[in-house]
């Protein structure tokens, strides 16, 4: 099984920077991606952005040139660093996490959230 933490949330204005941090730990061969989602009361879970094991990045349109994406693969970490925050970028923020192994194929893995709230 796997465990994910995730911090960084919190209370900022607009304009603001916040970085998303998240830790996977437990029992798996290899991690195949990571990312983020977000999910607004009332409205879907949607992808903010993932990050491969090769390196490759998507991103939602709603946060290109303002989010970054990275990974420490010998820590097993993925980070999100947001800036110029938005009140739209409000959300609960799910660290995601895809594991592969021989014998159990793929995996997929939710961290709790951590709120992000932007306001003046």
């Known amino acids: 099984q796997v465990q994910l933490v995730e911090s960084g949330g919190g209370l900022v204005q607009p304009g603001d920077t916040l970085r998303l941090s998240c830790a996977a730990s437990?029992?798996?061969?290899?991690?195949?991606?990571m990312g983020w989602f977000r999910q607004s009361p009332g409205k879907e879970r949607d992808l903010v952005a993932i990050?491969?094991?090769?390196?490759?990045?998507i991103y939602a349109d709603s946060v290109k040139g303002r989010f970054t994406i990275s990974r420490d693969t010998a820590k097993n970490t993925v980070s999100l660093q947001m800036n110029s925050l938005k009140p739209e970028d409000t959300a609960v923020y799910y660290c995601?996490?895809?594991?592969?192994?021989?014998?159990?194929?793929?995996?997929?893995?939710w961290g709790q959230g951590t709120q992000v709230t932007v306001s003046s």
């Open positions: 437990g029992s798996f061969f290899s991690i195949y991606d």
């Open positions: 995601n996490v895809r594991t592969f192994s021989p014998m159990e194929g793929v995996r997929v893995y």
């Open positions: 990050i491969s094991n090769d390196g490759g990045t």
